[in-house]
């Protein structure tokens, strides 16, 4: 999960050098480590992210100035009836149509609702605002009964109209940094009731219910104020002009202040860089959370937000933290730590076009080299998994090619292969020691000479994704829907993907055929199988490592191990608060 640069983000970049400057000292880093998310994504994922630059440590006094700040513009410190969350990430964007990233999809989980959505304590997709559906024995049709009664937190009804215009609204929007490509598959929606909704699909897809789950099947009011359509499907475009223009004409329409839903929370405050406020909605038609008031506090470095997190001033944090932060916090009074598996996974992007990556076999040599154990146990101190697939080993049908590569001196260019592997600067976590600890196992091999190079996340890195400018870069993938298709269709195949530099004719049929067969069947088993047989052949992506979840809070909380799940969502209303 992850979105280009957005007014929001300039936003949020103001609102952050307000802070340093008013510390009076400072530095281009944010700390030493980096976090994770998507979207899906999850990648993903996202999703999960943005945190710390590894190059410079800030000083003292720019930490303790804006952690002054963060407090005199969030509020109180933790305590109270209010639950206090600490994280690194900065939202680039609040729209459903545009959101492609951990913490902005989180913020909408708690906020909104979609048809289905997953249970509280489980990975199972149930109601949402459809209280049931039925499926045509074909697998293309989908019938929704929809809630009554409920109504959207600006006073509007909800029907069946405005699920019909807010997935229509993210897919005309199609906005080029968002996910409306996991709903392409929707031939039409048709309100065909009050409170029935009937989608129709273009092909069978078993994964159809877990996509609406996403973020991108948000629900929004189709008569209010705050939200606008386009009248007709933004173009896309497969150049890279034809694609700025894309972006510009989607931008039109994304919202980046409000966020209006029938979740059970609204947010009624939010300063970019700073903090956002959640209280609870009364007009919420399911249970009311138990905490009435859940504050967003953003962090500039994973340091500021561990000290807050050890001197009780947050609650509750995900994931931000590296082993070495983890480490000293364990024994720490007031602080508890819960971890699970999970489907973070980080991996190196090829653009496939350019030289020398346009040649397989290099690909290839990349992919065998690089020692992923080294980075587990260097960068991670053993709290990761090497990845040798993308998709992970908690699924099943995960299996291993990459391994049984040989590699050949004698089928490589001449020796030793020159290339500059890129990492964002300010997002995942230590991706300078990654990219670093790869460039030694690459470089000690004799067979590659590499440099690696950097850039800021938001200013630059995430606009050139697709542009060509980066030959091999790093990136992170949090899930958008529990499945092994959501790691392998938003990477391989040529339409539905959201990097653009892989085609295969019989990938893209192998990825049909797999969303058609039986979820669980031995026969969609033994179709993930060819496909990572094929990724293995071509390698335009090459997996690195997989990480689980970690909540780091104050005992206080309660309720943690509901939202602590593989569905890597994280919701606020399942939460509680002890004294």
Not at 119 to 142: H, R, V
Not at 189 to 215: H, P, Q
Not at 243 to 252: C, D, G, P, V
Not at 309 to 329: H, M, Q, R, T, Y
Request: glycine fraction near 8%; proline fraction near 5%; charged fraction near 25%.
């Amino acid at each position: 999960m992850r979105a280009p640069l957005k007014t929001l983000r300039m936003l949020a970049l103001i609102a952050v050098l307000a802070l340093i400057a008013a510390a009076c000292s400072g530095s281009d880093d944010t700390g030493g480590d980096d976090d994770t998310d998507t979207a899906g994504t999850e990648a993903a994922d996202d999703a999960a992210d943005a945190d710390a630059d590894e190059d410079a440590e800030p000083t003292d006094d720019a930490d303790e100035a804006t952690d002054d700040d963060a407090a005199d513009d969030g509020g109180d410190a933790a305590g109270g009836d209010v639950l206090v969350f600490g994280t690194t990430e900065i939202p680039s964007t609040i729209d459903p149509a545009d959101v492609y990233e951990k913490l902005a999809s989180d913020i909408l989980f708690n906020t909104t609702n979609r048809l289905v959505e997953f249970q509280p304590g489980s990975d199972e997709i149930g109601p949402g605002l459809a209280t049931e559906w039925d499926i045509s024995d074909d697998g293309l049709t989908y019938t929704f009964t929809l809630r009554e009664g409920v109504t959207f937190q600006d006073g509007s009804e909800f029907t069946a109209e405005d699920v019909v215009w807010s997935i229509n609204r993210a897919l005309d929007i199609n906005h080029p940094d968002g996910a409306s490509f996991l709903l392409g598959g929707i031939d039409t929606i048709e309100a065909t009731g009050d409170y029935e909704v009937t989608i129709t699909l273009t092909e069978a897809n078993s994964t159809f219910l877990s996509r609406l789950n996403y973020t991108v099947g948000t629900i929004l009011p189709s008569d209010g104020d705050v939200y606008t359509a386009p009248d007709a499907p933004v173009e896309a475009s497969d150049d890279d002009e034809g694609n700025e223009n894309q972006r510009q004409a989607a931008e039109e329409f994304i919202v980046t202040d409000a966020i209006v839903g029938t979740g059970p929370y609204e947010m009624t405050d939010y300063q970019p860089g700073v903090s956002m406020t959640l209280e609870s909605y009364d007009g919420y038609w399911g249970d009311a959370p138990a905490i009435d008031t859940v504050r967003i506090q953003f962090f500039e470095s994973t340091e500021q937000m561990r000290n807050a997190l050890a001197a009780g001033e947050i609650d509750l944090a995900f994931n931000d933290l590296s082993p070495a932060e983890v480490a000293g916090l364990e024994g720490e009074e007031g602080v508890e730590i819960q971890s699970v598996e999970g489907g973070r996974t980080s991996y190196i992007v090829i653009d496939v076009t350019q030289p020398p990556f346009d040649d397989p076999a290099v690909r290839q040599a990349i992919a065998a080299t690089i020692d992923r154990q080294r980075i587990v146990d260097e960068v991670f101190e053993g709290q990761a998994q090497p990845l040798y697939s993308m998709i992970p080993g908690t699924f099943e049908v995960a299996a291993d090619y990459i391994s049984d590569i040989e590699v050949d001196e004698g089928s490589l260019p001449e020796t030793p292969i020159e290339f500059e592997l890129w990492y964002p600067a300010d997002r995942y976590t230590n991706q300078a020691q990654v990219a670093e600890t790869i460039q030694r196992s690459l470089n000690e091999s004799g067979l590659f000479n590499i440099t690696t190079n950097t850039a800021e996340w938001a200013t630059e890195y995430s606009n050139q994704l697709n542009t060509g400018a980066y030959g091999a870069y790093l990136l992170g993938w949090y899930p958008d829907y529990l499945d092994p298709d959501d790691y392998i269709e938003p990477f391989y195949d040529s339409e539905d993907t959201f990097i653009g530099f892989y085609a295969s004719e019989e990938m893209d049929q192998l990825i049909t055929d797999e969303q058609q067969a039986e979820p669980g069947s031995e026969e969609r088993a033994a179709i993930f199988d060819e496909i990572q047989q094929l990724a293995a052949e071509d390698m335009p992506f090459i997996p690195l490592y997989s990480e689980g979840q970690e909540a780091y809070y104050n005992p206080r909380v309660t309720g943690v191990e509901e939202t602590l799940t593989a569905a890597q969502q994280t919701w606020f209303y399942v939460l509680g608060l002890d004294g």
